[in-house]
């Protein structure tokens, strides 16, 4: 029995989308932990990679554990085909990758995660491709940064860790106009707030590692192709050959024909099967973060130490109007507030009892970082800038716990700081 997956709303698709069982079948998705796919003829296995036939042929290129995780996230976003990675940055990689060539230019956000900046800008450059950063807030600044030799824009839905929101639809029409590609990082809102094909990304890439596990157990990634960009265009001869055989396929194919196969960053099938459990409980474990994130900013916002709180559910944050008008009247599980400096920022992160001081976000655990002094602690002044990162600025990830136990945890710590 198959289930019409598509048809179900979203709490029933996190939980079936994509599981196709038999009769007598698994109620999970099974871990086939192998390698390789043995064919009982050669030309059984020349049909598959010639593309005649469908299959597993070597768990790089795909795997069946994976390929239900694909196709759950898939139906998620309201895309035609998904391809799951090692991590989020080896989906980024990939994506962007298969798009631009030697000589090309990206238009990204500045507020990106420090991971994709880095990227794009230390290591990309060095293989001819130029990024030019621009406010993701302000479009005009976006419709004026294109030029003739851009070739995508690469925005993320919630900036981490300068928590704007940029206008998707807004953007995704002034990539439209200029015939390119809109990639959309949308780790931090998740298909729970705002489906990929809503927004009018053309493709869509995750961190499964953070909301989409929220158990902080796996690192993944994933990138979902919406299938709706005209990639036949001046701009992109090089997919000439997978539109015509692949048509709304076409960047997926080239994904895995090319970057994917080629720099090898696949997804484990044990993280596939674990990151679809994690995924089942998605659109609960959203409710409830953006639930007491909201407390947590209201607590915040008031406090007398606290100098300023970025969290776009405020009625006073400059993207509440966005944001609610994109996410459905929810914003997630992230904030970021200011302590008097640096100093203060250290003393209220050493005097959390419950919280937990990590470098990551979205896990079932309320996690907080001193970002400066971590994970951009390597980037000039003017880089932290440009991002956002203060140096008094502590990023929360707030977690699924009691909310009173989350607020009572603060309030003694930062009574510390
Ligand atoms: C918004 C965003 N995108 C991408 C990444 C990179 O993901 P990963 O750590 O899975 O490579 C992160 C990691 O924190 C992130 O926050």
């Not at 990304?201 to 157990?217: C, Q």
């Not at 192709?225 to 997926?252: L, S």
Request: glycine share 10%.
């Amino acid at each position: 029995m198959t289930i019409k997956t598509p048809q179900l709303r979203f709490e029933s698709l996190v939980v079936h989308g994509g599981l196709e069982t038999g009769t007598c079948g698994p109620t999970t998705v099974p871990i086939i932990q192998s390698s390789a796919f043995a064919y009982g003829t050669a030309s059984a296995l020349e049909d598959v990679f010639r593309g005649r036939k469908t299959g597993p042929v070597y768990t790089r290129l795909g795997n069946p554990t994976t390929e239900a995780l694909e196709k759950r996230l898939a139906f998620l976003e309201g895309g035609v085909a998904a391809v799951a990675t090692a991590s989020g940055m080896a989906a980024i990689a990939t994506a962007v990758m298969s798009i631009i060539r030697s000589g090309d230019e990206i238009l990204a956000s500045a507020s990106l995660f420090g991971g994709t900046f880095s990227l794009f800008r230390d290591t990309l450059s060095n293989y001819g491709i130029t990024t030019r950063f621009v406010d993701p807030t302000d479009v005009a600044a976006i419709r004026g940064g294109v030029t003739d030799r851009t070739r995508l824009i690469f925005v993320e839905t919630i900036g981490n860790p300068r928590i704007d929101v940029p206008d998707i639809s807004a953007i995704a029409a002034a990539a439209q106009e200029a015939g390119i590609p809109l990639v959309v990082d949308a780790t931090i809102s998740t298909p729970c707030l705002a489906r990929g094909c809503d927004l009018g990304a053309d493709i869509i890439v995750h961190s499964t590692s953070k909301y989409i596990n929220g158990t902080g157990s796996t690192i993944g990634g994933v990138i979902i192709d919406m299938g709706r960009f005209g990639w036949r265009n001046d701009k992109f001869p090089h997919f000439a050959p997978f539109v015509k055989r692949y048509r709304e396929f076409a960047f997926t194919a080239r994904v895995r024909k090319l970057i994917h196969k080629d720099f090898g960053a696949c997804a484990a099938p044990m993280n596939s099967f674990l990151l679809t459990e994690g995924l089942e409980t998605l659109a609960l474990r959203m409710e409830k973060h953006c639930a007491n994130a909201i407390a947590l900013a209201h607590f915040l916002n008031g406090h007398p130490k606290v100098t300023w709180v970025r969290y776009p559910g405020l009625a006073e944050s400059p993207f509440h109007e966005v944001a609610a008008r994109q996410f459905g009247g929810r914003f997630s599980g992230l904030l970021a507030f200011g302590l008097a400096d640096r100093e203060g920022a250290f003393r209220f992160i050493d005097h959390l009892r419950m919280a937990k001081n990590a470098a990551n976000i979205g896990d079932a655990k309320t996690l907080v970082i001193h970002p400066a002094s971590t994970i951009y602690c390597d980037y000039e002044t003017e880089d932290k800038a440009l991002l956002g990162v203060a140096e008094e600025l502590v990023r929360v990830s707030v977690g699924i716990e009691h909310k009173d136990d989350i607020i009572e945890d603060f309030a003694q710590a930062l009574g510390e700081a």
